[in-house]
């Protein structure tokens, strides 16, 4: 940390901050410019910090510039290589495969959710998404099937081959969920919903941690330091859009910020190019550039009747576009080094 | 809800609509132009309707158009002259005081908060604020007293003749807050923790929800549509910044939210103007802009010694700063029609 | 300025950055911390200044922060007691008076100039405001009605004993403009505009310079410095909203620009709450708000007749409602130290 | 356009409405729904249009919804195979092939830019790209060669090949470029430029115009409807980033503007991630992004020596990485059916 002295700051002013670095168990060293001066900081982190932090209101003091990164488990510098995660039937998510998980919006109904799971399987899809507790913007929307949409979800991926993702809204949900459930979603509502992060800690279960709408890459990453804290080092990151002046799509994908994570974290990255534009048209061309800009995955919405889903039908492929697409990924990765899964058997055109 | 079609939208997509409307079970309105149909949807709301929405990508579509809000309860129209929120000891929200609350970020010791539960009594606060569970960006923070904090928080206001409003992260919290507070605060990151707001619309303890930093009015509006679904309509909305590219200060705290609510809805609106600019010399005139837009409230950091604090230091007054602000609000007020209370007795120069 | 190297640079890449610093003409000081080391840079500013900002993408280098800002001439330093700009007829911009400027978005007929000077200058307006030549989005739309509209500005603003501030496009037109106003106005759109900010200081001519919509206040401060290093320090800020996710209305306006502003800059400040919300019903609450936050003056759309306006009419005051904010300012300005101009003689109630 | 009443409105409010359509020269519908009234406007659209508009504030009026687009030449229904525009010596740019400009931020010496246009030019850039007249924020910065930076990018790119693409500021510098240049550049800061814009119109040069900053995709499409309406259909667009809460980067290049670009018009489409993400590292990935999510081209800033570049150096590639960076695109073109020139003759390892 440093402290930024205004040009016209007294040496009182100057020495108080000095005193008071001290006081707090740092060293001070001081960078006399011809305009201004600058404190630095040196020493143990983490003792008394904020109070450090709280004199950047201090007489004289333009602002303080932290240095350090105040995350530590989910740097680059912890696992240089970068992390790969094992989900189980040889599905290593941050390896040389590019991993597609794919379903409705939320589960509707068994022959929903079976229908759905075969065709995104058979176009090379690994993970089956699918909800089954809600989180709606108005308390009078469908608000999901709950513990038998959990049923359903890993019913219909065992048959397929798939493992299942969904989300986890509250840490009460956890229990019921551990059993049927491959990799645990906190949606971007609840990316800073720390009683939720610190109980998925606490499991060794893969979190799939959305990026919150207005958060920094920085919150981002430290939100997975909470679940990292708790000692489950299995987190996956995910851009799915932030909110910006232009509202043509319900989002702004943020696709910057996979390379931009790349090189802070070593955690691998997702997209969701569904989430993050809000229309069926658009979710193909951002599907692209996220995996030319190196996402480690997608996670994409697939209906079987997009015009009749309970929820988000708006930016749900038709299974077949599906198929399409994961052939147009299967030409790019190549050109950044990676593979996408083979097509099972082939995709009938069904639409 | 309106249906804006593509100038080269054919009629077999118009009637596709059509047709999708009426299954629906609403009626279809036709407007055609010169240049592009319009297609009005007519009838009882709530039915289906995620499925017109899903319509939005069908072909020929440009977008949709939603023209009914979509919260009720919260809505101007369902209390004109608009809500008073009785907090009990004659403190009343809503009404013609604007009523404020002060205190530290977080409970950190009985000799803290008393000293400042007593200076912002004096001042004319009718609330003391101050945290015993935080939630804090990282998880190696301070992270609040606990249930210390709370008895403390409580012992200080009976003995300043205040009330007491703190924040609450998850709703395996209510019951043990439910004796020690009188107004429960939902943090701008829990904005839409929908378990939270949900166990909240179950009790009939008065709420203060802050908007969440990326939140629109309408969002603000249904997350307290969620709390007064479940039967508690004690809801008090909180201004307390949003984020835009302009990062000088932490906040952009958007003082136009307040005349907007009025105009949206009968619920009363605060402002936080402590957290609105996260900077000690910006809060007091923010915190008058806002009580001359109209703001029911404030909610203010006040710290005995805000450079040892163990967090929100660099944003919070110093008691006389507080005692001061209150004078200059307490001239404003009546200019919109207002009133502050009077100081208790007389405000000691003590700083 | 300073280098923060990130944990793992290497001596190498710390000593390359070190000879580019002395190369460059500056001194290096190091910083070593436990985690990473930082350099300061210490000497004479300027001097290939671009090349040290190169070095920030080098091997090695977190990121560079700046230390000093980059304005000079607008910086509060220059002149810490502020700066107050004589219009002429006692106007004096940057006093205890909060000054105002009002009038029709567009000048659209002498009759129509004419009726609105009257009303605003009774009402306690200084100048009067109207746009000659006017910038549009769309090439469709009315674009002003040129120099004879400042003729009529000017004739309508010497009945009334008012000053004239008019919007300048392009360098072209300054000729023109100058013996007919006396504020130049630099529209949101063209605050980046150098040619015109160049041009304008080689003027003696006062100017109000608005903040574009997506434009830091560095940035304003900076278009500032264009002008006053042409030797015309005669500029007067204008916050004016800025663009963020919120659509409810047209702008957020940014209340707290004007207190950080103050803080900054020697410079005075206006609000222009017309533009900044867009909607005649939300005009008087933010300014009444950035009176509170301490503007030194506002600049606010009024019209005869709003409804049948060629421009703007959905935020101009009709000239009742501007003289009934007048009396709200009034009663606030004392609240800040400040005063607003009496009414020049009863204010007819007439809409 | 649609006003959507709200709906305690009177009938008297409605009918007024009602009335003012009517005397503006539009044709009133009525949808009355159970909640509220929409009045639909048919007819001629563009006669007293700013009128309508204007009652968006009216009593009993919600807001107002904008049906059509008010861009026209620029609309995809206007040629929906889309448009090629010739450069001349084989360049056409919204064809098959993806079209690279590349070059140095501004000229600086005969020996830079001879220098780095032989390396792009080997590694299949087609356009060579330099500054001459350079808008800094800082009247302080470089401001570029002028003149004679122009006659020596003309001569650079005829000696490799390339077309040549340079910022022109100001309509007063028009005149002199035209025999230099193939492309006038307008940047992001002019996008809002009108005088800049009109005249540029009234030439028949080839137009790169970039969006602003915080400018809405509507917005740039309006810009582009000032050129084309002079009577000039040469426009190219140019995504390079706009202004979000988001820091870490120094604009958030907006990906998905491609698609919509594409959807909405038929001008081809750029992308600048040089610009778009300001930092060396980035450009890459961000490229090939662009190129994935179907751009028509893309300008990308190339210096033999970034880190003593006068300006952008931090966000210049070396010429052997931009060499590089070709070969990648080139491999991900053909997933979307384009093609990238190929190297003129085999490329140096020369960094």
């Known amino acids: ?15 108080h901050i000095v005193a008071r670095i001290k006081e707090c168990g740092y060293e001070a060293h001081l960078i006399r410019g011809k305009e201004r001066t600058v404190i630095g900081v040196v020493g143990n982190s983490g003792r008394h910090r904020s109070e450090l932090e709280a004199l950047s209101s201090a007489p004289g003091v333009e602002d303080i510039v932290k240095i350090s990164h105040p995350f530590k488990l989910s740097a680059r510098s912890m696992r ?6 094992d989900l189980g039937r040889g599905v290593i998510v941050g390896g040389k495969e590019v991993i597609v998980a794919a379903g409705p919006c939320a ?6 959710i079976h229908d759905v799971a075969a065709r995104v399987s058979k176009a090379g899809a690994k993970l089956l998404r699918g909800g089954a507790f809600k989180p709606r913007t108005s308390p009078y929307s469908f608000q999901g099937m709950g513990e038998d949409g959990l049923k359903l979800l890993r019913e219909a991926a065992d048959k397929n081959d798939l493992l299942v993702v969904t989300e986890v809204m509250d ?4 229990e019921v969920m551990l059993p049927y459930v491959d990799v645990m979603q906190v949606g971007a509502r609840n990316m800073q919903n720390y009683h939720l992060l610190r109980a998925l800690g606490e499991t060794q279960k893969a979190v799939l941690l959305k990026r919150g709408m207005s958060a920094t890459i920085e919150e ?9 804290a708790g000692g489950n080092y299995k987190v996956i990151l995910c851009e ?3 909110r910006t002046f232009d509202t043509y799509l319900r989002n702004t994908l943020d696709i910057a910020a996979i390379p931009v ?9 997702f997209a969701d190019p569904s989430h993050g534009t809000g229309r069926r048209d658009k ?69």
Do not use: W
């Open 1 to 15: 940390m440093l402290f930024n002295m205004r040009g016209e700051a007294t040496d009182e002013e100057i020495n």
């Open 80 to 85: 240089p290589e970068g992390s790969q995660i």
């Open 107 to 112: 589960v509707e109904s068994r022959e929903q």
């Open 171 to 174: 840490p009460s949900q956890i």
């Open 220 to 228: 981002l990453l430290l939100s997975a330091e909470y679940i990292m």
């Open 240 to 242: 799915r859009g932030i």
């Open 261 to 269: 994570i790349k090189g802070l974290s070593h955690l691998p990255i």
């Open 283 to 351: 979710v193909a061309p951002m599907a692209r550039a996220a995996v030319a800009a190196g996402a480690d995955g997608l996670i994409i919405e697939v209906h079987p009747d997009p015009e009749r889903a309970l929820s988000d039908g708006v930016q749900s492929l038709y299974p077949d576009q599906f198929a399409h697409l994961m052939n147009e990924i299967r030409a790019i990765a190549p050109a950044v080094g990676r593979t996408i899964a083979e097509t099972r058997f082939p995709v009938e055109a069904s639409r």
